[in-house]
Structure formats: C-alpha cells, structure tokens
C-alpha cells in the first residue's frame, strides 16, 4: 500500500481527513468535479470539457491525483495532480510550458514533477487540508527521489493585476538564480500597473515559498482562468527544515 495512505490528521472537533494517491477513477472523476467547482464555478475560469462539471484535458490520464478525504462523508475535499518526469516525456511537454519558455529549466527535466491544479472545498478551507496536501505531496517527492518541484502559483487580477505587480515587486529576495529563470509567453504588463500597494500574497504562493521554492521569473497573464502566474522551482536540497519535520515526519 502506498505510504501516503497512512498520512491522516484526527481532530477532537471537526472531520476526519485522509491524504492518498487515487487509485480508481471514480475518485480521479471525483477530484475532477471538485476542480471544475472550484474554477469554472467559483472563479469563473473558462474550462473547455466535454463532460458538464468536469475539469479534464490531455494532461490528466498522464497524472496522478493526490486527494483529502473526508473519512465521514466520503466525500472529496482537496486535491492536487502531479505529473512525473516519466510521464511529462510521454505527453510531451509540462503543462506549464503553454505558459513559459522552460528552456533554461531542460536540463533539470529528467529529475523534475510538476504539481498544479490545487484546490480545496470551500468548506474545508481552515488550513488541514492544504496542510495534508503539502504533507502528501512532500512525502511523494521524498519517496520517490525526485530533485526539483516546479509549478505555477496564480493571482487573481480582479484588481486587474495591481495586487499581481505589488507581489512580483516584493518577491525581489525570493527570485531564483539567472540560470533558472523562465519567460513568459503571455506577460503581465508590470509597467502599466501600480507596483506600491500592501502586497496580499494568496495562501498557496506562501506556502512555496516556506518551503523554500524560487520565483522563476516575471509572471504570465493566464485568459482563461484570469490569473497571473507565477513559475515557482523547489529544488529539495533547499526544501526548509521545518517544513519537512511538521509535514513529513509528523505524518509518517
């Protein structure tokens, strides 16, 4: 059995969460639904499927799906998709290549996952969840020997990208060296937007950076989902000590 199926957090109040790799595809269908709630409904993503409700493109039957559920309610609540380097060969590409040029990151790619897709119900955004999706997600990179981490952390641009610059503009001490630097395809025009507001960083950007992650570079406007995104790498001989011992050793 997999070891990231014994990862799972037991609270005197609240539900009982569980943190596992899918195994079947109902529970792949399942994240899926949960993804297309969560962009399409919510955020108001444009999600091109075929199926009504369901978040899908070519890049799923290549991934693995890591999801929380709710021992309860079966329900569920998290999930988060991986794609190996092995299966990032067979599609052809990362998904964040649609984004970037990666070109300076090719020589990393046959040690390298990719992670994107994160979202949480909205009615089990306390904090547990993402918790045991970093902790899930931690131990797969550990157990399998991966070296790099990379996917993107979005923004939203309801403020039409002001809030996206402050960020960028703030994350000087944080950006990666010259040599990883990304480029994106679609860039955010950083010098027509106001770059001096309070600098509100989403959670999940916090949450790379904690553990340590690079910022790639300047970030991409995504029109789909009316983002700006922002390349991160983590490489895990930098992943913060900490973060290993409250996620990973934990929950072992």
């Known amino acids: 059995m997999n070891r990231l199926h014994t ?25 899926q639904k949960l993804r297309y709630q969560i962009f399409a409904e919510e955020l108001g993503a444009r999600l091109p499927t075929r199926i009504a409700g369901v978040d899908r493109d ?15 309610s079966g329900r569920i609540v998290g999930t988060y998709r991986i794609l190996s ?18 070109t ?7 040690r390298t996952v990719e992670v994107g897709r994160s979202c949480i119900d909205p009615n089990y955004r306390s904090g547990a969840v993402i918790s045991l999706l970093w902790a899930g997600l931690a131990r ?4 399998n020997g991966h070296e790099y981490l990379i996917g993107c952390a979005s923004i939203g641009m309801n ?10 503009n703030s994350l000087s001490p944080q950006l990666s060296p010259l040599e990883y630097r990304v480029f994106p395809r679609c860039p955010l025009p950083l010098a027509q ?17 904690r553990a340590g992650a690079w910022v790639c570079g300047e ?28 996620f990973v050793e934990r929950r072992s």
């Not at 990862?7 to 399942?30: D, F, K, N, W």
């Not at 797969?140 to 157990?143: K, Q």
């Not at 960083?201 to 949450?207: D, E, F, R």
């Open 7 to 31: 990862a799972e957090q037991t609270r005197s109040r609240g539900p009982r969460l569980h943190v596992t790799l899918a195994t079947c595809e109902s529970e792949i269908l399942a994240a």
């Open 58 to 72: 070519l890049f799923d039957p290549h991934c693995e799906h890591l999801i929380v559920r709710d021992e309860e």
């Open 85 to 102: 380097p092995e299966a990032a060969r067979s599609v052809g590409s990362y998904y964040s290549e649609s984004e970037f040029d990666l």
């Open 104 to 110: 300076r990151l090719a020589h990393l790619r046959p």
């Open 140 to 143: 797969y990179m550990l157990d």
């Open 159 to 168: 403020d039409g990208g002001h809030n996206a610059a402050a960020i960028y």
């Open 193 to 209: 937007l106001s770059q001096i507001s309070p600098a509100e960083l989403p959670p999940l950007l916090k949450g790379y950076l």
């Open 219 to 246: 970030p991409a406007w995504d029109p789909d989902f009316n983002t700006a995104d922002l390349l991160l790498l983590l490489p895990m001989s930098r992943i913060n000590e900490r973060y290993v011992r409250h």
